[in-house]
């Protein structure tokens, strides 16, 4: 039998259970990017608020892209499995708190109905970095997007997050309803602010007075997310049914560690968030710096150098003595002098659990899959922390490997000869240039500083930045991945 609302009494005993009625849910919010991340954190925060004080927090889920969260979840009622796994086992929970889910492209008409809904306080956002339609290197809207383009042409039927939320606001504003908070919870440095600026600048390109009315009325909280959730694989889908006794088409796995730092800035009310564990604080940004330089920045070079090296997954790249030096070493000589520790933190525990959650044999988490979107991600995660060391005058050896580790990777062919498929926004271009650039790193390296989206105009001007990562380059085209991290 299929996992719904009327089989949940076939459950097989130990999984728990929502505990609220969920016929009574109003729809309270509406999530962009209804994806596996989203089901394992934010939409457990709140399927535990509801439990605890049950409220008009409901969550209609929107995919901007495929069907297939929808076409899994909406056969059971929205509901699934939520797996929490690591060495010492395995503890299901059925989660309750997603009632609807849309496909944008489908019904981007019913997707705007949904949020210009009064009882709609929130909109929250896991579209990844690359769904904010901006410059990554300056975090502005690229007003060339070609969504952009046509969401402004075409307001009504929306393709783009901006367009879909201006639009919706838009709605409101003119029928006297209050805006909601939009809630980003991507991994951008300061992205409600990034969010919040993007946003104004596309609502003043439709119209001067509408981005002057969001600047002074919507809110953009800044937020931290934290919790490690690779794919779904066929493997966990069949042990997760087998578990629970029913089929879940599309549980979610992931870690016991979990945390939510979020500015407490909500103009139109919230969930109590905090009866759940999350942190509300008036200054997200040094939690959120931690963690994207420490725990990002960490994963993404793992995950070029892993990949490159031949291991599949996280912890198999970890398993490795070099790789995991490497990780500690940019962690602590590399990463820590940067930051502004928020008070309270114990800098050194945070950085042990990281190299324990890296090492947790039971998430198969891929380095193919967190090599994705590179162009989007390294300014946030590596590219920053590159620049204040710069400032400071301190070597970036571990950074400038990371970096390279991403060249390499783009460069279309593994250690092995084997093609890579690489998946990002700029993948066309990339494989233009590596193509003829060959793997050459005195070739390659230039022709990719010239990518003014991702290295800006500072970097490749930069010979303290362009020389420690052309060689690192040529160490990892002549040595391999693996000598290439054991020597630094």
Aim: with cysteine; net charge negative.
């Amino acid at each position: 039998m299929r996992l719904s609302p009327d089989t949940l009494s076939s459950l097989r005993p130990g999984v728990s259970l929502p505990g609220y009625d969920r016929g009574a849910l109003t729809t309270g919010i509406v999530h962009l990017g209804i994806g596996a991340f989203h089901r394992a954190h934010q939409a457990v925060y709140t399927d535990g608020v509801l439990a605890r004080d049950f409220g008009p927090w409901g969550i209609a889920g929107v995919s901007l892209r495929s069907p297939d969260t929808r076409d899994a979840l909406a056969p059971q009622g929205g509901l699934y499995t939520v797996a929490v796994r690591d060495a010492s086992g395995e503890r299901l929970r059925v989660v309750g708190s997603v009632t609807e889910l849309l496909v944008a492209p489908e019904d981007p008409a019913a997707v705007l109905e949904r949020l210009t809904r009064p009882s709609v306080r929130v909109v929250s956002l896991t579209v990844t970095e690359k769904g904010y339609c901006h410059d990554p290197a300056t975090g502005a809207l690229n007003e060339d997007h070609p969504d952009i383009v046509h969401d402004l042409a075409n307001p009504d039927r929306p393709r783009s997050v901006p367009g879909f939320l201006v639009e919706a606001l838009a709605r409101r504003r003119a029928a006297g309803v209050e805006p909601f908070t939009v809630l980003s919870c991507d991994n951008l440095p300061s992205n409600g602010d990034t969010a919040a600026g993007i946003l104004r600048r596309y609502a003043s390109l439709r119209d001067p007075g509408l981005g002057n009315w969001f600047a002074d009325t919507v809110g953009c909280p800044n937020s931290m997310v934290d919790r490690i959730v690779p794919a779904t694989t066929d493997a966990d889908r069949d042990r997760v049914s087998g578990l629970l006794g029913l089929r879940d088409a599309w549980p979610v796995v992931t870690e016991p560690f979990t945390q939510w730092v979020i500015e407490d800035r909500f103009p139109t009310g919230r969930p109590a968030w905090e009866t759940e564990g999350a942190e509300l604080v008036a200054d997200v940004h040094p939690y959120e710096t931690m963690k994207l330089r420490l725990l990002n920045g960490s994963h993404s070079t793992l995950a070029y150098l892993g990949y490159l090296a031949g291991y599949e997954t996280v912890s198999d790249a970890m398993a490795d003595a070099g790789i995991a030096r490497l990780v500690r070493g940019l962690m602590d000589e590399e990463v820590t002098p940067t930051l502004r520790v928020p008070p309270g933190a114990d800098l050194g525990r945070y950085k042990d659990a990281l190299i324990e959650r890296f090492r947790n044999p039971a998430l198969r988490h891929r380095t193919w899959q967190i090599a994705m979107d590179g162009t989007q991600k390294l300014p946030q995660r590596l590219l920053g922390t590159i620049r204040d060391r710069l400032v400071a005058g301190a070597p970036i050896d571990r950074l400038a490997l990371g970096v390279a580790g991403w060249m390499r990777y783009v460069s279309g062919t593994d250690e092995a000869g084997r093609p890579i498929d690489v998946r990002d926004p700029m993948a066309a271009r990339l494989a233009e240039l590596a193509a003829d650039a060959g793997p050459v790193a005195e070739r390659l390296a230039p022709a990719l500083f010239a990518l003014n989206a991702v290295f800006g105009d500072d970097l490749p001007r930069d010979p303290r930045f362009t020389g420690p990562v052309t060689n690192a380059l040529k160490r990892l085209f002549a040595e391999g991945a693996r000598a290439a991290a054991a020597g630094v």
